[in-house]
Nanobody
Framework: QVRLVESGGGLVQPGGSLRLSCAAS????????MGWYRQPPGKQRELVAT???????NYADFVKGRFTISRDNAKNAVYLQMNSLKPEDTAVYYC???????WGQGTQVTVSS
């Protein structure tokens, strides 16, 4: 009954910010490797950021310095703070658990003027 539910997506202007949230249930969240992936229109799903159970983060080159992944184990949640958004960031963003094993339904992020 593992479930990942993303929220926080929407329409934002270039240079703006969004904070995505992923609420997890059905797993021992505190020991789980988590990540954010995205799928732009017409493209393959790609890694955005990952975070270990200990809080160590890894980022794709195209978001370094702009995005921050974090987690709150007490709330069974992982977050993606997205700043300085670009039109190229437009995609459906997916929450992932246990290294590609579980996925949320995704939340749409559209960056456009």
């Amino acid at each position: 009954q593992v479930r990942l539910v993303e929220s926080g997506g929407g329409l934002v202007q270039p240079g703006g910010s969004l904070r995505l949230s992923c609420a997890a249930s059905g797993l021992r969240f505190s020991i789980v490797y988590m990540g954010w992936y995205r799928q732009p229109p017409g493209k393959q799903r790609e890694l955005v950021a990952t975070i270990t159970s200990g809080g160590s983060a890894n980022y794709a080159d195209f978001v370094k310095g702009r995005f921050t992944i974090s987690r709150d184990n007490a709330k069974n949640a992982v977050y993606l703070q997205m700043n300085s958004l670009k039109p190229e960031d437009t995609a459906v963003y997916y929450c992932n658990a246990i290294h590609l094993t579980y996925w949320g339904q995704g939340t749409q992020v559209t960056v456009s003027s």
